[in-house]
């Protein structure tokens, strides 16, 4: 991520469309072997989170994204046991999984460093997701796991990071 300048964050949404964010208060920044994570305060947005400067979730509409995404595939099953989330690492998608009385969600995310950010920065996202002893936290590629797995699952969520929006507009 390019360093900020005066507390302005700014996203290249597509070319020729860029999104400015004014950082009121960096609460976390670093890099984990994957990507740069920031967490902080946006002005009207709130608590937010970025993955290599591109914004994967704030407050302000978190739920909204997460609750869409989540229970139109559980009003559709009749009755779901398995989940598999693929993604999701800061814990509000297993929240919404969870609402429901699931045997077992599996979460695979590539980055355990944004699971631990998002349960000390954003706790009030996941809820206690990722404590609840219905969920399975694996830490390995999603591509690979989905690969590999002789697991069946009812339900299948996908909560990757905008990357794939990018490539499919360069």
Same mark, same amino acid.
């Given at each position: 991520?390019?360093?900020? +300048?005066?507390?302005? $964050?700014?996203? +290249? ?9 004014? *950082?009121?208060?960096?609460?976390? #920044? ?10 902080? =305060? /946006? #002005?009207? *947005? ?8 591109? *914004? ?5 509409? #978190?739920?909204?994204?997460? =609750?869409? &995404? ?5 009003? &559709?099953?009749?009755?779901? =046991?398995?989940?598999? $989330? ?10 919404? @999984? &969870? ?14 460093? @944004? @699971? =631990? /950010? ?5 706790? +009030? ?10 969920? #399975? *936290? @694996? ?15 009812? /339900? ?10 990018? $490539?499919?507009?360069?």
């Amino acid at each position: 991520m390019k360093k900020l +300048e005066n507390n302005i $964050i700014l996203e +290249e949404f597509v070319p020729g469309i860029k999104i400015q964010y004014f *950082l009121k208060n960096k609460i976390y #920044e670093g890099e984990s072997d994957y990507q740069h994570i920031l967490v902080g =305060e /946006i #002005e009207g *947005l709130g608590k937010s989170i970025f993955l290599n400067g591109i *914004l994967q979730s704030a407050q302000i509409d #978190e739920y909204v994204y997460h =609750e869409i &995404l989540v229970h139109p595939a559980f009003y &559709l099953h009749k009755n779901p =046991e398995n989940v598999l $989330i693929l993604g999701g690492g800061e814990g509000a998608t297993l929240r919404e @999984v &969870l609402k429901h009385p699931v045997k077992k969600a599996v979460m695979v995310d590539i980055d355990p460093q @944004v @699971v =631990e /950010i998002s349960k000390k920065f954003l706790p +009030e996202w996941s809820c206690g997701s990722f404590s609840d002893k219905r969920t #399975e *936290l @694996v830490f390995e590629d999603a591509r690979k796991f989905v690969e590999d797995c002789n697991e069946k699952f009812d /339900i299948i969520i996908s909560d990757l990071n905008r990357l794939l929006f990018r $490539i499919a507009y360069p």
